[in-house]
């Protein structure tokens, strides 16, 4: 969604910088791109009520005192004579149709709706679709215009009772398929494919001076998944898809006559309103110990009370009543996240949080026990993307996939740590050893909990392990003597069906886990004060330089020597150092020992001269203990 920074602006108090702005939209949860003054929001799935500017300003009433347009029609409308039927109320609970005509088309628009369009660099259609298009834009709530002259006063919303051509306002012909909620003319026709896109036989041009100005709520699961299915995408599936606030109709119904007023001469106004059950008033009980306990804070009940009402939460005795736009509150915690975005989430203090494997059901233990199996033997746990852009034979399909491209639900685990070992390898990890515990999903809509292990390459660093490649009878021993009830399938992975050009072997194995998997296998229990303090270090994005050096020691003794003298070398540029060889010639009294360096910077790719000299500086310390040399150094 795009809204131009002067349209905020201007309804806040006080004016804020650009800037400063988008600091508030991101601690609100608002991601956005900036170009040319115009936002460019990405709202999420849930946050329906914050397509519109309206809607962005109710959110900085956090911070700032912002003004909502509250000029519109206040005088009394007669009722209309539309003869509307309505068979689908469960869909379709609240409707209004205003029915506008005006005397004469406007030549130019007034200057508030005219920086819409000149501001967000919209081309205009005709008049009433541009207002529509406009209210729109202000409120969050669609309507549809239909020619009065066209429309003959009769209408019906009803679900499809056969397969039925429908031609577009956009001058495509879609089919549409029995049971989708549409409109209906007098002669059974369909003149709306309902929430997502007028017909061309009722369609608005520039001609037009009686509208019948349909503004209704919409259930979005009717809506859901019809513009992809259609190839039809519109502003107003969008929103209906995420949810419109059903009470909003008669301000907007009344705001759109305001709008109208201000740029022609309206002739006559009627009004149709039809509902059939009154919204439900979400109510959440206040618990502010709860609410400290989910964020970690220690917030008094007069601030928590401070930023609920500001967000337009009403506070009754010993609840919460929740506004109507607010569709995604329903519990204790949600109002907890409310307020963690009124404070911003950097301002709230970590906390060390408490470790007890004991806790939760026998299922989530059992995983437990098989995750540290798999990490005690150098396996690195992963957590994949369960969407997929490909669909496979039992396929789930996503009605409203947050990605376009990845609308389908992944059948195995296989799939993604293939990715995840080839990610690795391409960045130098030449040994990879993964693990997934994750659902995957199987029409008709069942799942499976599965672990998907896959490795390739050396079975560890150590110099004991750094030459025996990993293969299917070192995965067996892994779990050799752990599952009681279960084993896993192995596979060997061709490396030319995925590309690599890698030569070691790649092995696959999975297992589904359901009630009755049970592993014999003993983790130690450990609580937050034994294993100290958690600190993330992230990952570098420049390439890694591994150096081999072979030493050979002729006094066993200095041995233990050259060890201490390699471990405590510390340079900001080395990530790790082992030994992977070792060998001990007993006929020459010889040790030889064989050193790995890996070096990386977090700053910049380092240099092979770089490299050299730290290199240089290890040998020469290690030449300076008796008894130590470099074969094939001079």
Known sequence: MKVHFKHLKDKINPQPLIAELSERFFQLGHEHEICDDIFDFEITPNRGDCLSLNGLLRELKLFYDTEIDNDFYKEGIKQSEIAFINNAKNDCNSISFLKIEIENIPSNYDQELDK?????DIKKNNFFTDISNYISYETGQPTHCYDSSKLKNNLALDYLSKDSKFETLLGKTIDLKKGDLVFLNQNNEVINLAGIVGGDSTACSNNTKSVVVECAYFNPEAIIGKSVNYDVKSD????????TDPSCHEYVLRRFIKVVQQNANIKNIELLSETHSISHINKVVYDLDKINQVLGTQIDEKSSLFFLEKLGFLIRDDFIEVPSHRHDI???????????????YDNIKSKKFSINFNKGSRDSLEENKLKSLLIENGFSEVINNPF???????SIVVDNPLDSNRQFLRTNLKGSLIKNLLYNERRQQDSVKLFEISDIYLKPESNKRILGVIASGRIDKNYLDFSKKIDKKYLESVFKGHLINKELQYYEISRQAINSKLKNKIIYAE????????????????????MGDFKYIPISEYPCSTRDISFSIKDFSKYKLLEEVMNSFKHRLIKESFIFDYFNNENKNEIKVGYR?????????????????????LISMALDIDSVSVPGLA
Not at 116 to 120: A, G
Not at 236 to 243: I, Q, V
Not at 330 to 344: K, P, V
């Open 388 to 394: 997929e852009s490909e669909a496979k034979e039992n």
């Open 597 to 617: 360096f890996v070096f990386q910077s977090k700053d910049k790719t380092i240099t092979d001269a770089e490299v050299n000299k730290i290199m240089d500086d």
């Open 511 to 530: 297992m589904e886990i359901d009630a009755s998997f049970e592993l014999d296998y003993q983790f130690s229990q450990k609580n937050n004060s034994d």
């Open 236 to 243: 107003a599936s969008h929103k209906f898809e995420r949810n």
């Open 330 to 344: 329903d519990s204790i915690n949600d109002i907890a996240e409310e307020i963690a975005r009124a404070i911003g």
């Open 116 to 120: 819409y369009f000149t501001d967000l």
